[in-house]
């Protein structure tokens, strides 16, 4: 059974940057698809990126495009999210998440969720 860790959250002024990671144990990451998602409270939880398992097919929200950028080392089955030129709005609980598979924009098709790291980011 994969599980996975979330870190690197924190609070940070805007415009500052930080890097997450989501590692994973109890099993590889093989052939899993990666994804990243955000949730405040009262709202759904709402899709940020993902990448697949050779890290050739990655998507973004819109609201991250060109400040956002997902990696994976599937050597230390780990997953990163540098985020740049942070917002206020970005302001959340982001998650790591992983299917085995093709990789999809909704919370629906992931399996395996982490347990989220906050990420506030001041004006």
């Known amino acids: 059974q994969v599980q996975l860790v979330e870190s690197g959250g924190g609070l940070v002024q805007a415009g500052g940057s930080l890097r997450l990671s989501c590692a994973a144990s109890?099993?590889?990451?093989?052939?899993?698809?990666m994804a990243w998602f955000r949730q405040t409270p009262g709202k759904e939880r709402e899709f940020v990126t993902t990448?697949?398992?050779?890290?050739?097919?990655?998507d973004y929200a819109d609201s991250v495009k060109g400040r956002f950028t997902i990696s994976r080392d599937n050597a230390k089955n780990t997953v990163y999210l540098q985020m740049n030129s942070l917002k206020p709005e970005d302001t959340a609980v982001y998650y790591c998440a992983a299917r085995r598979g093709l990789p999809m924009g909704f919370t629906t098709y992931y399996d395996h969720w982490g347990r989220g790291t906050q990420v506030t980011v001041s004006s």
């Open positions: 109890g099993g590889t990451l093989t052939g899993y698809s």
């Open positions: 990448i697949n398992w050779s890290g050739g097919t990655i």
